[in-house]
């Protein structure tokens, strides 16, 4: 029984000591966790593509597939008469809902549906004035460039009646009329000119102007 005391008391007697080293010894330390950074070249190569896009002359928006803005450069802006800020985000059916059953909505569902580029001219009534769309349809949304085409189609709307009045004068003069082309090929005759010849346009735009079925002279009725 005496050595057992003896043991006993050895052992409570080291117990401190292993509880003092343990407490001696100092918790591991962790190492901060690292922030992920944008990589440079990625993040270089956005902001040259979004300069790029700010030069184009052309107004370009993109669209998700549910018609919400995704992206409007300032040119779009300008001629939305928006600022393209306050379109990110924004539903296109929502912001122009009186767009609704024109040539260029039906075109952007079209678009979107055929997943095929579409290229569209035409009157935009709310607006009063011309555009020209070049669609580019994805299974995520729409990128659309395009165009205020007012002034030209106005000066096209000049020249043709332009031309419509030169045709009704030409029509009504008494003076016969034709127009030859470089290669001598009658290429139109007046109402006049069919009574004078004795025959109808389109027998006289079947000839040349020296065909050798007419006797050509000239003013004085000497040879031409």
């Known amino acids: 029984m005496k050595a057992d005391w003896k043991t006993t008391k050895q052992i409570a007697r080291g117990k401190p000591k292993t509880q003092k080293a343990q407490s001696s010894r100092k918790p591991a330390t962790q190492k901060p966790a690292q922030k992920k950074i944008v990589p440079p070249k990625k993040q270089s190569g956005q902001l040259q593509i979004e300069k790029l896009l700010e030069r184009v002359s052309d107004g370009i928006v993109a669209f998700d597939a549910q018609m919400n803005y995704t992206y409007v450069n300032q040119k779009g802006g300008e001629l939305l008469g928006r600022k393209p800020k306050d ?3 924004k539903n296109y059916w929502v912001e122009y809902p009186e767009a609704k059953g024109t040539p260029f909505a039906n075109a952007y569902v079209r678009a979107l549906e055929t997943q095929e580029t579409i290229v569209l ?5 709310p607006f009063d004035r011309w555009f020209e769309n070049r669609v580019y349809p994805s299974k995520n949304g729409l ?8 002034d030209r189609k106005k000066a096209e709307q000049v020249v043709r009646e332009s031309q419509e009045r030169l045709a009704r004068i030409v029509k009504t003069i008494p003076d016969g009329i034709t127009i030859v082309d470089r290669d001598g090929a009658i290429v139109f005759a007046n109402p006049p000119a069919e009574r004078i010849l004795g025959l109808s346009r389109a027998n006289i735009t079947q000839r040349s102007y020296n065909d050798p079925q007419w006797k050509i002279a000239a003013l004085d009725g000497g040879a031409f």
Do not use: M, P
């Open 143 to 150: 990128t659309i460039f395009f165009t205020e085409i007012t």
């Open 87 to 89: 379109l990110i985000g």
């Open 121 to 125: 001219e035409d009157y935009y009534a």
